[in-house]
T-cell receptor, first 114, second 111 residues
Framework: SQTIHQWPATLVQPVGSPLSLECTVEGTSNPNLYWYRQAAGRGLQLLFYSVGIGQISSEVPQNLSASRPQDRQFILSSKKLLLSDSGFYLC?????????????FGPGTRLTVL | GEDVEQSLFLSVREGDSSVINCTYTDSSSTYLYWYKQEPGAGLQLLTYIFSNMDMKQDQRLTVLLNKKDKHLSLRIADTQTGDSAIYFCAEYTGTASKLTFGTGTRLQVTL
């Protein structure tokens, strides 16, 4: 069966510090991968998605970047965090062999920027 | 457009039925989803329905789809305290090739 991991689970960082959040998927190959941000426990904002190694699409301009160095690894980064980067970050995957885009989510990372 | 709208909050008593509603505007949506998010956790896929279906039932969950009105609902029978969570609907459109999520409905179950 497929599983998706995210770490760390929680993170408190000062403004201006760098960020690296990691997401890995097990039990599947060539997944689509996604990064979302959820502010204040409400709606989801799609930040990045990837259909393959080194292929990243950005949905909104922001202080963040994403990379996919391996097939089942997706990393969210920032060189200098802003207060507005605080939120709950969710990684998700979907199968490229399905006709739908059914997405399966990881447990999330709670980021607080002080 | 691809806006997906949900009411923000719903409160029901334990044992009653809950009905969570969702409206969408993209008539080309092919699949519609319901996800559940418990506090501090990721989203859990509950169920989905293909656009050529009117209804899908899975144990205590019933999904109704009205394509004419672009209306999707999730009914939870015999609602329990463990059903307290935020529920998101989402639509998949082949043209955009992505999921668009609603704003989420917070379900509160009271004793």
């Amino acid at each position: 069966s497929q599983t998706i991991h995210q770490w760390p689970a929680t993170l408190v960082q000062p403004v201006g510090s760098p960020l690296s959040l990691e997401c890995t998927v097990e039990g599947t190959s060539n997944p689509n991968l996604y990064w979302y941000r959820q502010a204040a426990g409400r709606g989801l904002q799609l930040l990045f998605y990837s259909v393959g190694i080194g292929q990243i699409s950005s949905e909104v301009p922001q202080n963040l970047s994403a990379s996919r160095p391996q097939d089942r690894q997706f990393i969210l980064s920032s060189k200098k965090l802003l207060l507005s980067d605080s939120g709950f970050y969710l990684c998700a995957w979907s199968s490229r062999t399905e006709s739908t885009d059914t997405q399966y989510f990881g447990p999330g990372t709670r980021l607080t920027v002080l | 457009g691809e806006d997906v709208e949900q009411s923000l909050f719903l409160s029901v008593r334990e044992g009653d039925s809950s009905v969570i509603n969702c409206t969408y505007t993209d008539s080309s949506s092919t699949y519609l989803y319901w996800y559940k998010q418990e506090p501090g956790a990721g989203l859990q896929l509950l169920t989905y329905i293909f656009s050529n279906m009117d209804m899908k039932q899975d144990q205590r969950l019933t999904v109704l789809l009205n394509k004419k009105d672009k209306h999707l609902s999730l009914r939870i029978a015999d609602t329990q305290t463990g059903d307290s969570a935020i529920y998101f609907c989402a639509e998949y459109t082949g043209t955009a090739s992505k999921l668009t999520f609603g704003t989420g409905t917070r379900l509160q179950v009271t004793l």
